[in-house]
């Protein structure tokens, strides 16, 4: 089993930069990749940003790119979000998942809210 704790998020005016952790425990860690998702009120979880953990390769939604980074720290078992420049539509509850199958996200943290004020 795999735990998955996020912690960063808040409140922010648009503009403003944010840092999200995701920090995972448990079972023998060498997952296929990490990624940052994101629901807003009424709309679907969409894919924010992933990391490959092996290669650490990215991927980026169109929206967040040039805006938001996803970093790994192997030893910590910890990924990031560095999110600068953001903006009212930002605002979503953000999850960490790690999946062990590309394509596939197998567990998930509890959320953390972030929220971009005008």
């Known amino acids: 089993q795999v735990q998955v704790v996020e912690s960063g998020g808040g409140l922010v005016q648009a503009g403003g930069s944010l840092r999200l952790s995701c920090a995972a425990s448990g079972r023998t860690f060498s997952p296929h990749s990490m990624g940052w998702f994101r629901q807003a009120p009424g709309k679907e979880r969409e894919l924010v940003a992933a990391?490959?953990?092996?290669?650490?390769?990215?991927y980026y939604a169109d929206a967040v790119k040039g805006r938001f980074t996803i970093s790994r720290d192997s030893a910590k078992k910890t990924v990031y979000l560095q999110m600068n420049s953001l903006k009212l539509e930002d605002t979503a509850v953000y999850y960490c998942a790690i999946g062990y199958v590309a394509g596939n996200y197998d567990y998930w943290g509890q959320g953390t809210q972030v929220t971009v004020s005008s």
């Open positions: 990391i490959r953990w092996s290669s650490g390769r990215t």
